[in-house]
């Protein structure tokens, strides 16, 4: 028999477990899906299992499954961990509220206000709101359908005829965008891609050119969204063109910078945002660059209301006291909102505003130095100055996406690939400030090592020669 | 100098702790708003503060905030946990895992499979699958969209004129449906109330009625949102005939049991929702009745194939290797996905089908317990035989809301209010099975104590005599 103390004293060891092994073996094998079930006993059984072994199952097939941060993981715009954001999580999983009123989260209300408030303010938008999304792209969608009633009166409550509506995005922006113009009935063709510089940059011009051409066509411009850091190249579109040329049409101007919203806490980098106090809308995930954990996305207003007018709706049965404003799930998409500010929360207090910028110096420090070993070395090249926290790198002689399987098969590094202008790139996201000048070194030597090793014949063959299934193709 | 072990166990220290103060002090002090940042010292520093402070600050700050669990918590509908499933989700946090694709979350894109083919199954989708979304709204949301994408094949590219378009849920259903109609572009008119029978049930001769006449008035019937269990009643609407309805005019049904779909797990309830393997899709949130933490909805599909083709996007940077199959990302509105399905599992685990189907008589028990109790009152009358898990009260002499409020200003139990045909009652949630005799016996006196205090004078005199400042308008 296990007491609740004993249990939840187990989940602290084998959390401490579980970031030792992204120490000692942080590329871990993967795993055949086909085998996974059988391999790892994870069929749902009729009679229940005692907790303690629940548990230690639980904690094996974590280990069995991909390193999320650790120094070989590039892979994704997240990585690394605040422990003491993860703390905070690993407790507000514990208490379990929901976000939804201050009946029943109390304080946590005011929580989730205060680092909004900050982000807010940090975007310029000092007589703003927002509200926590369980990630970005819901963040984009709820911009969308806010423009879309701000643009339409009547869609709200009468509905709107989404052929006759139009969003605009980069072509290198997130597939979000997208998404969200088909959710919200636009259908997919209703996000119109705007060209790029060579840099990967939306054209003002071009997307000034759209506006007056659909206009002109009778159609309705909802939203624009600008995007700050891509991706791919971590590039960010010009703020300021952009704010004029939405300024000019009249339409809603969203800025996409789930990636590199983060820029804005470092007076060293938030110049790459210049121009975003004039967007309407934001989103910013707070669990990519700044290291709490999945979802904390803030969407964040200039104006204060939209959401509510928008996104509101009455219920008897849930909104039942306070005023409004202490319920923020009358600013939501969901009712029930798990609780994703308190992470926040606790890392804004355990970094403070300097340890937050201190974070992104170091980022993009770290992202610098890596492009300089790119640009010095004999045979990898840098396929451009990095602009923000992604580092593109060509491997000359090998398809970069076989050099990232090849490096995932043989345990050395997880990274992944991308295209720049029809080239395909080894992409590395430069998300945890605990990679050091090792790190960034093993990263160099073992693409470049990988690169030349498939220079000389077919993958399969180093595949094979290095003893792994891969399980990756 | 915290060591990571060392503020892991402080976590294991801390949540123990909690579960404790649960017990203890189950209905704490609320807290105005306004005194709620500085008597928490909530602001955000510009210099960080040491771990284990900070750690100790998120501790008291969860302490100050309503308990969501204990034996007095009877407000929403989830309470109490299964602490393995809330183990698992303290892991979940740590390793960080988001389920979009194989490659970076390995055997986890399985388990969520399997917990999802199992629910499927439970629903009569044999062929199905389904995803875990973050709360039954957006589950519901993607339903519409799939739904609609279904109904009018060029909205997915071309998009959509909501107006035309419409979608159906009772007079009684959750406010998700009416959200998911605007978010969609229907406009929340697009969402049409069908009426109810006296219990609370759908009409299916009025739905019949109404998609008449709107296929005569050259509207599309897009969705039909049957609910298995009402947020106040718990009422299931008849799924047979609404089947029927729906199969005669060929419109996709969709079942929102976001509450009520755990009675699936119970022979001896399942019987609620008879006709559901009819459905077409369904939303089931394991986060209410079963235990788990928010979020947790699983959105299950009777036939494979419908959420990919709706909401799949391809991203050549994130959906680089595997079959499609293999990442679930394809099939998500979201892009990034906390891991929401290992907790589940683990539950699973621990229980079995046997665990889960005891937990569901068990607390089907406790209903009609409560209900005989209330039966039985002198003064307190049962609002009307509860068809599932609430149960409804009146408080003649009192109006119910105030009853609840005064129950929460003096710190006595925590349950809402709602209304059934106009009349205002006191909602009780019966969806933690640790709630014993005794619990139910003080629900019962203190509901009645404080029906009866009311009844003797304004409520104001009342919260004054006992001491508390309360804070809850």
Redesign the interface.
């Known amino acids: 028999m296990t007491t609740?103390?004993e249990?939840?004293?187990?989940?602290?060891?084998?959390?401490?477990r579980?970031?030792r092994s992204e120490g000692s073996e942080p590329v871990?094998a993967?795993?055949p899906?086909t085998e996974?079930?059988s391999a790892?006993g994870?069929?749902?059984?009729?009679?229940?299992?005692?907790?303690g072994e629940?548990?230690a199952?639980?904690?094996a097939?974590?280990e069995?499954?991909?390193a999320?941060?650790g120094p070989r993981f590039w892979?994704?715009l997240?990585g690394g961990?605040d422990?003491?954001a993860?703390?905070?999580?690993?407790?507000?999983?514990?208490?379990?509220?929901?976000l939804y009123t201050?009946?029943?989260?109390?304080?946590?209300?005011?929580?989730e206000q205060?680092?909004l408030a900050?982000m807010a303010a940090l975007a310029g938008f000092d007589a703003g709101e927002g509200t926590i999304c369980?990630?970005?792209?819901?963040s984009n969608?709820c911009a969308v359908?806010i423009a879309?009633g701000e643009a339409i009166a009547?869609?709200?409550?009468?509905?709107?005829?989404?052929?006759a509506?139009r969003i605009y995005a980069s072509a290198e922006a997130?597939?979000?965008v997208?998404?969200a113009?088909?959710?919200?009935?636009?259908?997919?063709?209703?996000c119109r891609d705007i060209p790029c510089d060579a840099q990967g940059r939306m054209d003002p011009t071009a997307l000034d050119a759209a506006l007056t051409e659909d206009r002109a066509a009778g159609l309705t411009p909802v939203l624009v969204a600008a995007t700050a850091g891509t991706?791919?190249r971590g590039a960010f579109d010009p703020l300021p063109a952009i704010a004029d040329v939405c300024a000019r049409h009249g339409v809603w101007l969203h800025v996409d910078a789930a990636f590199g919203g983060a820029m804005l806490l470092s007076a060293q980098t938030r110049g790459l945002l210049a121009g975003v106090e004039r967007a309407d809308s934001l989103t910013w995930?707070a669990?990519k660059v700044m290291g709490v954990?999945?979802?904390c996305s803030a969407l964040l207003m200039r104006r204060r209301g939209h959401l509510a007018a928008?996104?509101g709706?009455?219920?008897?049965?849930?909104f039942?006291?306070?005023d409004a404003e202490?319920n923020p799930g009358t600013r939501a998409?969901?009712?029930?909102?798990?609780?994703d500010a308190?992470?926040l929360?606790?890392l804004?207090?355990?970094?403070?505003?300097?340890?937050l910028a201190a974070r992104v110096e170091t980022l993009r420090a770290q992202a610098l130095r890596l492009s300089d070993l790119a640009s010095a070395h004999p045979r990898l090249q840098l396929a451009e100055a990095p602009p923000s926290l992604t580092v593109c790198l060509r491997t000359p002689g090998a398809d970069a996406?076989a050099v990232?399987?090849l490096l995932?098969a043989e345990r050395r590094q997880l990274v992944?690939?991308?295209?720049i202008g029809g080239e395909r790139i080894v992409?590395v996201a430069i998300v945890d400030p605990s990679h050091d000048e090792a790190a960034l070194h093993a990263l160099i030597n073992d693409i470049d090592d990988a690169t030349q090793r498939l220079a000389l014949g077919p993958p399969q063959t180093w595949a094979r020669l290095a003893g792994h299934s891969g399980g990756?193709?």
Chains 1, 2 share one sequence.
């Open positions: 609740d103390a249990l939840l004293a187990a989940v602290g060891r084998l959390a401490a579980l970031l871990r993967a795993w899906a996974v079930e790892l994870l069929a749902l059984p009729a009679q229940g299992r005692p907790a629940v548990l199952s639980v904690a097939l974590l069995a499954a991909p999320m941060a892979n994704q997240f961990r422990l003491v993860t703390a905070a999580d690993m407790l507000a999983s514990v208490a379990n509220h929901s201050y009946r029943a989260a109390g304080p946590l209300v005011v929580v205060l680092v900050r369980p990630g970005g792209s819901v969608l359908v879309r009547a869609s709200r409550e009468e509905g709107v005829d989404g052929r509506c997130h597939y979000s997208r998404k113009a088909m959710t919200a009935g636009l259908g997919r063709n209703g991706t791919v995930d669990h954990p999945l979802l928008q996104l709706e009455t219920a008897d049965y849930l039942q006291c306070d202490l998409l969901q009712c029930g909102r798990r609780d308190l992470k929360w606790a804004w207090q355990h970094q403070g505003d300097a340890g996406a990232c399987d995932a992944g690939h991308g295209l992409r990756l193709s």
